[in-house]
């Protein structure tokens, strides 16, 4: 079997190399079957690699131990699903996921833009398998998932294998690494197109359209995965947070800020000709970020709480990074040309300088990410010492720019293209400053004092009046014609021009966010050692201990500690913190009780018996307005999904009006 | 006014606040990344910084006392005592063998003073290569 596995890699390897080949053969002696030959060994990449994963898989389920990987991440107590989820458990097998993955986004992205971009595809192509090349260098010759245990010149049958970190034995194991790594991965595919337009100098702006749209998918898988990541710290890790600046978290943030960043500037090429260079370089950025964030997490090149085996793995990502931007850099320089803009900046109180601001302050805030993280390599190498920067640093640079940003998020919208009057910026801002004010100062007289929380609130509350008031104000104009209620009307609103008003429903979903990252601010905790059956008090909540209770299974050991919660003698039910024992690793974990409310959640974790074993140590924490972080998720989700659909109009208005084009009058697409 | 001038000001404006605060950041948050041995060699002056002190947790020295946790970290030969009195709870993959990263002070009674520990189970996240000796169940 594992013959067969590691045969596929090889071969997946031979046919990617020689999908580049006939690729740009095929493209440079104008000899189409070579090009369209290149193109289905794409798919046989494809089909090469997921069979190597069916054998990784089976032997994971079926729990061959005598392969190195399976002994490793699996054993026999687990669940089959967190079997199957070993696949991405470990270096080598997340490695090979990665390029199952890429794998998979290149045949959908040959598939579908066969017939499209004829000139661009080879490059596309040769991009794509460059990519898959590199990765299964890795896979094949340096951290072979298909390797067997050994002993002298025999291979060894162990009975059971090691099973996969208790930590990771959670549901969202199963999901959230993929989710990251299709955002990691999909990243590839703007940057294979934004390459690709580079060398064959694409007039056009169809090119970008399908950019933005993949780009849009792979942000909101990064999206996903970075959140599903944190619910999974805040309920698995039982240290109450569930962001911590983690050189790992930071990794993932990185080309999300980015994507973030080019989503957004995207719209001044499309409507007006600018920025065109800039867009590039965000696309590339994003792209070397993603290689640059699976490097930290594989190569141990920081510490971190996530970091793997250390690896000389570093090497060849480095190697693969530095000739990657080289070789962009000097694209982009020479072609600088064809990137002219069409338009110039106007005004600073203008849409286009908001965009620029917003471009900015997300870069900033990147750069601000990055250093931090790398801070202990840069320092060493400046100064010999390594000095971290932790949690503090970040949130101190962080939370200003977060604040601005959220800024720029009611303003921009608003704010007309080209230049602005006073009179109009009145006219817009008034009603939501007004009520962002009421609010802040409500707070304040109710006893609110902390600084950021304030602004905070006074933020969230104007941009969610600016949003509020645009529906209102499209839908009226609707509901005015046709005469339908104006629920009907928003929906009709939304419908006619998706990717403004799901972009909106964006923002206000990351508004809620805002609201839940804001009750940080406002946290309470206490640890006591106590008794059974006593009581104890935080906030409003009183907590009544029960007596614990103890029990084996065949993965893990545990003891369960029941705490009644009444709140103002309102009997809200039973948490029952967990303690575990997990038996193959002896890893003792912490299974935390949270009674998730919209206010606040109240959060229990049982840490184990005090020295003497008489009392139990329980951690008490009161997390106020933490679930509105997941709804602001899923409003998120919702306006993703929305700016995905088509408008149910497609005429491109808003480039004739901007800059009044004659030719394009009213241009109906296709 | 220029245009140059009225869009360069703001941005000045705005990476010279964010530069500023970054400084400030790192001033106030740097710790020094040192191993025990290092941490010996510093003399006096390992008392008025911030540091961050790596080794494995001494076997059976983990004690709890009310919200304080003592215990030893040891690299080689050498050992450190630690109090631990912060607010978050321990991870879990603190325990005896694990790998352990204290931030803290030390104190002028070399016992060294964390507010946070981080830990790694002593497998990591992944069996390190080199641990990976296979068992013959045979033998």
């Given at each position: 079997?594992?013959?067969?596995?590691?045969?596929?890699?090889?071969?997946?390897?031979?046919?990617?190399?020689?999908?580049?080949?006939?690729?740009?053969?095929?493209?440079?002696?104008?000899?189409?079957?070579?090009?369209?030959?290149?193109?289905?060994?794409?798919?046989?990449?494809?089909?090469?690699?997921?069979?190597?994963?069916?054998?990784?898989?089976?032997?994971?389920?079926?729990?061959?131990?005598?392969?190195?990987?399976?002994?490793?991440?699996?054993?026999?107590?687990?669940?089959?699903?967190?079997?199957?989820?070993?696949?991405?458990?470990?270096?080598?097998?997340?490695?090979?996921?990665?390029?199952?993955?890429?794998?998979?986004?290149?045949?959908?992205?040959?598939?579908?833009?066969?017939?499209?971009?004829?000139?661009?595809?080879?490059?596309?192509?040769?991009?794509?398998?460059?990519?898959?090349?590199?990765?299964?260098?890795?896979?094949?010759?340096?951290?072979?998932?298909?390797?067997?245990?050994?002993?002298?010149?025999?291979?060894?049958?162990?009975?059971?294998?090691?099973?996969?970190?208790?930590?990771?034995?959670?549901?969202?194991?199963?999901?959230?690494?993929?989710?990251?790594?299709?955002?990691?991965?999909?990243?590839?595919?703007?940057?294979?197109?934004?390459?690709?337009?580079?060398?064959?100098?694409?007039?056009?702006?169809?090119?970008?359209?399908?950019?933005?749209?993949?780009?849009?998918?792979?942000?909101?898988?990064?999206?996903?995965?970075?959140?599903?990541?944190?619910?999974?710290?805040?309920?698995?890790?039982?240290?109450?947070?569930?962001?911590?600046?983690?050189?790992?978290?930071?990794?993932?943030?990185?080309?999300?800020?980015?994507?973030?960043?080019?989503?957004?500037?995207?719209?001044?090429?499309?409507?007006?000709?600018?920025?065109?260079?800039?867009?590039?370089?965000?696309?590339?950025?994003?792209?070397?970020?993603?290689?640059?964030?699976?490097?930290?997490?594989?190569?141990?090149?920081?510490?971190?709480?996530?970091?793997?085996?250390?690896?000389?793995?570093?090497?060849?990502?480095?190697?693969?990074?530095?000739?990657?931007?080289?070789?962009?850099?000097?694209?982009?320089?020479?072609?600088?040309?064809?990137?002219?803009?069409?338009?110039?900046?106007?005004?600073?109180?203008?849409?286009?300088?908001?965009?620029?601001?917003?471009?900015?302050?997300?870069?900033?805030?990147?750069?601000?990410?990055?250093?931090?993280?790398?801070?202990?390599?840069?320092?060493?190498?400046?100064?010999?010492?390594?000095?971290?920067?932790?949690?503090?640093?970040?949130?101190?640079?962080?939370?200003?720019?977060?604040?601005?940003?959220?800024?720029?998020?009611?303003?921009?919208?608003?704010?007309?293209?080209?230049?602005?009057?006073?009179?109009?910026?009145?006219?817009?801002?008034?009603?939501?400053?007004?009520?962002?004010?009421?609010?802040?100062?409500?707070?304040?007289?109710?006893?609110?004092?902390?600084?950021?929380?304030?602004?905070?609130?006074?933020?969230?509350?104007?941009?969610?009046?600016?949003?509020?008031?645009?529906?209102?104000?499209?839908?009226?104009?609707?509901?005015?014609?046709?005469?339908?209620?104006?629920?009907?009307?928003?929906?009709?609103?939304?419908?006619?021009?998706?990717?403004?008003?799901?972009?909106?429903?964006?923002?206000?979903?990351?508004?809620?966010?805002?609201?839940?990252?804001?009750?940080?601010?406002?946290?309470?905790?206490?640890?006591?050692?106590?008794?059974?059956?006593?009581?104890?008090?935080?906030?409003?909540?009183?907590?009544?201990?029960?007596?614990?209770?103890?029990?084996?299974?065949?993965?893990?050991?545990?003891?369960?500690?029941?705490?009644?919660?009444?709140?103002?003698?309102?009997?809200?039910?039973?948490?029952?913190?967990?303690?575990?024992?997990?038996?193959?690793?002896?890893?003792?974990?912490?299974?935390?009780?949270?009674?998730?409310?919209?206010n606040e959640d109240v959060y229990l974790n049982f840490a184990g018996m005090s020295a003497d074993g008489q009392r139990a140590v329980l951690q008490a924490y009161v997390f106020p307005l933490v679930t509105w972080i997941w709804i602001g998720y899923w409003v998120v989700f919702m306006g993703t999904l929305i700016c995905l659909t088509p408008s149910k109009s497609r005429l491109i208005w808003a480039r004739t009006q901007v800059v009044g084009v004659a030719e394009k009058h009213a241009d109906v697409q296709n | 006014m220029n245009k140059y001038i009225k869009f360069g000001l703001p941005i000045a404006a705005i990476l010279g606040t964010l530069g500023w605060l970054a400084a400030g950041g790192i001033s106030d948050t740097k710790t020094y990344y040192k191993s025990i041995a290092e941490l010996n060699q510093m003399g006096p002056q390992a008392q008025d910084?911030?540091?961050?002190?790596?080794?494995?947790?001494?076997?059976?020295?983990?004690?709890?006392?009310?919200?304080?946790?003592?215990?030893?970290?040891?690299?080689?030969?050498?050992?450190?005592?630690?109090?631990?009195?912060?607010?978050?709870?321990?991870?879990?993959?603190?325990?005896?063998?694990?790998?352990?990263?204290?931030?803290?002070?030390?104190?002028?009674?070399?016992?060294?003073?964390?507010?946070?520990?981080?830990?790694?189970?002593?497998?990591?996240?992944?069996?390190?290569?080199?641990?990976?000796?296979?068992?013959?169940?045979?033998?």
């Amino acid at each position: 079997m594992e013959n067969i596995g590691s045969l596929a890699i090889l071969l997946a390897f031979c046919f990617a190399i020689y999908s580049i080949a006939a690729s740009l053969a095929g493209k440079w002696a104008k000899r189409p079957f070579l090009v369209l030959s290149g193109e289905r060994a794409v798919y046989c990449v494809w089909a090469l690699l997921s069979t190597a994963a069916g054998v990784l898989i089976y032997s994971l389920i079926s729990g061959d131990y005598r392969m190195t990987y399976v002994w490793a991440h699996s054993n026999h107590a687990m669940p089959t699903i967190y079997k199957f989820a070993s696949w991405w458990g470990g270096q080598e097998g997340s490695l090979l996921f990665w390029s199952w993955l890429l794998a998979t986004y290149s045949g959908v992205v040959v598939y579908r833009s066969r017939r499209r971009f004829r000139d661009m595809m080879p490059y596309v192509t040769s991009v794509l398998m460059a990519t898959q090349a590199f990765f299964l260098i890795l896979v094949a010759f340096v951290a072979k998932p298909f390797n067997v245990l050994e002993e002298g010149r025999l291979i060894v049958n162990v009975g059971d294998g090691q099973g996969l970190n208790p930590l990771l034995q959670y549901w969202t194991m199963v999901i959230h690494p993929p989710m990251l790594y299709l955002g990691y991965v999909g990243f590839t595919v703007p940057f294979a197109f934004a390459i690709a337009s580079l060398i064959t100098k694409q007039p056009g702006e169809e090119w970008i359209k399908t950019t933005r749209r993949w780009t849009l998918v792979t942000w909101l898988f990064q999206t996903t995965g970075i959140l599903l990541g944190a619910g999974w710290a805040y309920a698995v890790l039982g240290w109450g947070g569930y962001w911590g600046w983690d050189p790992v978290e930071n990794a993932s943030l990185l080309p999300w800020i980015t994507a973030t960043a080019f989503l957004h500037s995207v719209m001044m090429q499309e409507k007006k000709g600018m920025m065109k260079v800039w867009n590039i370089v965000l696309v590339s950025t994003t792209f070397f970020l993603c290689i640059f964030g699976t490097m930290l997490t594989r190569s141990g090149v920081v510490n971190s709480v996530h970091a793997f085996a250390q690896s000389s793995i570093g090497t060849y990502f480095s190697t693969f990074l530095a000739m990657g931007i080289a070789g962009t850099v000097f694209l982009i320089l020479s072609r600088l040309n064809y990137l002219k803009s069409e338009a110039q900046l106007e005004s600073v109180l203008s849409r286009e300088s908001t965009f620029l601001f917003n471009n900015l302050i997300l870069l900033a805030s990147c750069f601000a990410v990055l250093w931090g993280t790398l801070f202990p390599v840069i320092s060493e190498a400046v100064t010999g010492e390594k000095i971290t920067v932790d949690a503090p640093f970040f949130n101190r640079v962080e939370i200003p720019i977060a604040m601005f940003l959220l800024l720029l998020t009611g303003v921009g919208p608003l704010i007309a293209w080209r230049k602005s009057s006073f009179e109009s910026l009145k006219k817009a801002f008034t009603w939501p400053l007004v009520s962002g004010v009421a609010v802040a100062a409500g707070l304040a007289a109710l006893g609110v004092h902390h600084i950021y929380a304030l602004v905070s609130f006074l933020l969230c509350t104007f941009v969610a009046v600016t949003v509020f008031m645009e529906f209102v104000k499209g839908a009226n104009a609707i509901r005015q014609k046709s005469g339908t209620n104006l629920a009907t009307a928003m929906v009709e609103l939304t419908h006619r021009n998706t990717r403004r008003y799901g972009g909106y429903l964006v923002h206000m979903g990351i508004v809620i966010m805002f609201i839940g990252f804001t009750g940080k601010a406002f946290d309470k905790d206490t640890t006591v050692e106590v008794n059974p059956n006593s009581a104890l008090k935080i906030g409003a909540y009183q907590l009544r201990v029960g007596s614990v209770e103890e029990g084996q299974n065949e993965d893990y050991q545990w003891s369960r500690l029941p705490v009644d919660v009444t709140k103002n003698g309102e009997d809200l039910g039973t948490l029952e913190p967990e303690h575990r024992v997990y038996l193959a690793q002896k890893q003792p974990t912490s299974e935390v009780a949270i009674r998730r409310n919209l206010n606040e959640d109240v959060y229990l974790n049982f840490a184990g018996m005090s020295a003497d074993g008489q009392r139990a140590v329980l951690q008490a924490y009161v997390f106020p307005l933490v679930t509105w972080i997941w709804i602001g998720y899923w409003v998120v989700f919702m306006g993703t999904l929305i700016c995905l659909t088509p408008s149910k109009s497609r005429l491109i208005w808003a480039r004739t009006q901007v800059v009044g084009v004659a030719e394009k009058h009213a241009d109906v697409q296709n | 006014m220029n245009k140059y001038i009225k869009f360069g000001l703001p941005i000045a404006a705005i990476l010279g606040t964010l530069g500023w605060l970054a400084a400030g950041g790192i001033s106030d948050t740097k710790t020094y990344y040192k191993s025990i041995a290092e941490l010996n060699q510093m003399g006096p002056q390992a008392q008025d910084k911030r540091l961050r002190v790596g080794g494995d947790v001494a076997p059976n020295s983990i004690t709890r006392e009310g919200r304080d946790v003592k215990f030893v970290l040891m690299q080689d030969q050498l050992r450190l005592p630690v109090v631990y009195s912060g607010i978050d709870p321990l991870p879990d993959t603190f325990k005896d063998g694990a790998q352990a990263l204290a931030d803290g002070k030390l104190g002028t009674d070399g016992v060294f003073r964390a507010s946070k520990i981080q830990a790694k189970c002593a497998s990591k996240y992944e069996a390190a290569p080199s641990s990976a000796k296979p068992v013959n169940p045979n033998s």
